[in-house]
């Protein structure tokens, strides 16, 4: 048992060719975590009222700018990958390849959300209470594109579930002889993240968590992960004042998801009666309401 619980392999592959087409699993796992995540919104506001489709109109805002804002801060704080003597500029573009920061998707994420929200109709806070717990699913999944990069592992370890890593990999430390294994910190934050899910839910379904409360506890719970996590890892990236950019991104994620509770909780004590916005309701549930009150 021990030989053969010893180590975790890396895959020897990170994509495969169908037709002239290169499919990266880094891309693949983060089209999936996309989808995964709608689908559980939509589900979530179909719950409280909303029509079924109402999360795949938002997220066709919210995703493409998440994306953008994701590769910008990725290439913002790892410069030295893509700005040097001799660089092939257009590897900025190439998302598939690896390299999405998850702060920087948020913020610009959030942006496109609140357009698509006010082109549905429906409260921006309740769309983002309902894809928090899907975001953070996405993640999970996400995070296992790394694992078939052979990126973000953290420092050497003897942990039996240490991480395999090709000492031909560009991001294999230089100067460590071959055979070294690392922390799986892959594996330790889309762990984290599951877990976050089933609390998040669980959560939700007790105290029905709105008005961006939800999505506050999402912040803070994946910043506290993010700050273990990326303490550990041992890649490439900007330092300021002795942290990595990640942390700093993540200790900010905590100071936003405490003032967005407690200014939330002041504005809206009461419960969320629907997630549209008034006035925008689909025709069916005001025909309804109309018919209901004729009735009574």
Same mark, same amino acid.
């Given at each position: ?37 709608? $689908? ?19 997220? @066709? ?52 959300? $609140? ?38 592992? /953290? ?18 430390? *230089?100067? @460590?002889?071959? /055979? ?13 993240? @599951? ?45 300021? *004042?002795? *942290? ?26 009461? *419960? ?25």
């Amino acid at each position: 048992m021990n030989n053969i619980i010893s180590s975790i392999p890396s895959p020897t592959v990170s994509y495969f060719d169908l037709g002239p087409f290169r499919i990266h699993f880094y891309a693949l796992f983060i089209l999936a975590g996309i989808v995964l995540a709608i $689908w559980l919104a939509n589900r979530r506001l179909n719950q409280r009222g909303g029509e079924s489709g109402v999360a795949i109109d938002i997220a @066709l805002w919210a995703v493409p700018f998440g994306i953008v804002g994701g590769r910008i801060f990725h290439v913002l704080t790892h410069i030295g990958d893509y700005f040097y003597q001799g660089a092939d500029l257009t590897a900025v573009f190439r998302v598939w390849e690896g390299g999405l920061a998850i702060y920087g998707a948020i913020a610009f994420g959030l942006f496109g959300a $609140w357009i698509g929200a006010r082109i549905a109709g429906v409260r921006f806070w309740s769309f983002v209470d309902a894809v928090a717990p899907g975001v953070l699913l996405a993640q999970a999944l996400g995070r296992w594109g790394n694992y078939f990069n052979q990126e973000l592992f /953290g420092t050497p370890t003897t942990l039996p579930w240490g991480l395999e890593i090709d000492p031909t990999n560009p991001a294999y430390p *230089l100067g @460590l002889p071959g /055979g070294v294994l690392f922390h799986p910190t892959f594996l330790y934050e889309s762990i984290w993240s @599951l877990i976050g899910v089933v609390i998040l839910l669980n959560l939700d379904k007790r105290f029905e968590l709105r008005w961006g409360k939800m999505f506050a506890l999402y912040i803070a719970y994946y910043s506290i992960g993010r700050i273990w996590t990326e303490s550990l890892r041992i890649d490439p990236s900007e330092v300021f *004042l002795g *942290l990595r950019t990640n942390i700093w991104s993540a200790l900010a994620g905590i100071v936003a998801a405490i003032v967005i509770w407690r200014v939330q909780s002041r504005r809206h004590p009461g *419960l969320e009666t629907s997630i549209y916005v008034a006035g925008k309701e689909p025709k069916s549930s005001s025909e309804s309401a109309i018919k209901v009150d004729s009735e009574a």
